[in-house]
T-cell receptor, first 114, second 109 residues
Framework: EAGVTQSPTHLIKTRGQQATLRCSPI?????VYWYQQALGLGLQFLLW???????NRGNFPPRFSGRQFPNYSSELNVNALELEDSALYLC?????????????FGPGTRLLVL | DAKTTQPNSMESNEEEPVHLPCNHS???????IHWYRQLPSQGPEYVIH?????VNNRMASLAIAEDRKSSTLILHRATLRDAAVYYC??????????WGAGTKLIIKP
């Protein structure tokens, strides 16, 4: 069974540009979560989607947004990029929207903003 | 605010048990305790989770204190492949995960 996949693996942008990151959950999983991991730090919760709707978001500005498609894949968009947005962005999925559910992580997209 | 506290690093010998502690004194009654580990340049990997009772799976055991203010991840026979950063996490009912800074586990051959 294929795991969570993310693309691209690496992304280089300049300040002010927009970045689009993509995530495909494990087949049959309906919930997708996005996290930001800055270098040397723990994961910060960004967004949670389930059944196509945004269910919760962390303490990030509105320029971080996303969506979930009917096939449950998801996109994270970061507008007006700033240098401090450079980080590893991780996507995770879970089979259901229960908060005790295990989350399965993808390998991440490393975003570098110059 | 809820948070978890873990030692920065721990060392253990190969094929010996490892006990990784975590303090979460501000845990709420509805918070799940999750453990993940992360190898360099990889996404986090689920290890185990629990609410109140001790839990066992093929990877590890989770011992939860009676007052739930601390927990211990137990690797019964550490191998070199278990070297990673281990994160103790609280999962809130609103689905947010409160991540600690993690413990870097070093396994000596």
């Amino acid at each position: 069974e294929a795991g969570v996949t993310q693309s691209p693996t690496h992304l280089i942008k300049t300040r002010g540009q927009q970045a689009t990151l993509r995530c495909s959950p494990i087949s049959g999983h309906t919930s997708v979560y996005w996290y930001q991991q800055a270098l040397g730090l723990g994961l910060q919760f960004l967004l949670w989607y389930d059944e196509g709707e945004e269910r919760n978001r962390g303490n990030f500005p509105p320029r971080f947004s996303g969506r979930q498609f009917p096939n449950y894949s998801s996109e994270l968009n970061v507008n007006a990029l700033e240098l401090e947005d450079s980080a590893l962005y991780l996507c995770a999925s879970s089979p259901r929207a229960g908060y005790g559910e295990t989350q399965y992580f993808g390998p991440g997209t490393r975003l570098l903003v110059l | 605010d809820a948070k978890t506290t873990q030692p920065n690093s721990m060392e253990s010998n190969e094929e010996e048990p490892v006990h990784l502690p975590c303090n979460h004194s501000t845990i709420s009654g509805t918070d799940y305790i999750h453990w993940y580990r992360q190898l360099p340049s990889q996404g986090p990997e689920y290890v185990i989770h629990g609410l109140t009772s001790n839990v066992n799976n093929r990877m590890a055991s989770l011992a939860i204190a009676e007052d739930r203010k601390s927990s211990t991840l137990i690797l019964h026979r550490a191998t070199l492949r278990d070297a990673a950063v281990y994160y103790c996490i609280l999962r809130k009912p609103n689905y947010q995960l409160i991540w600690g800074a993690g413990t870097k586990l070093i396994i000596k051959p």
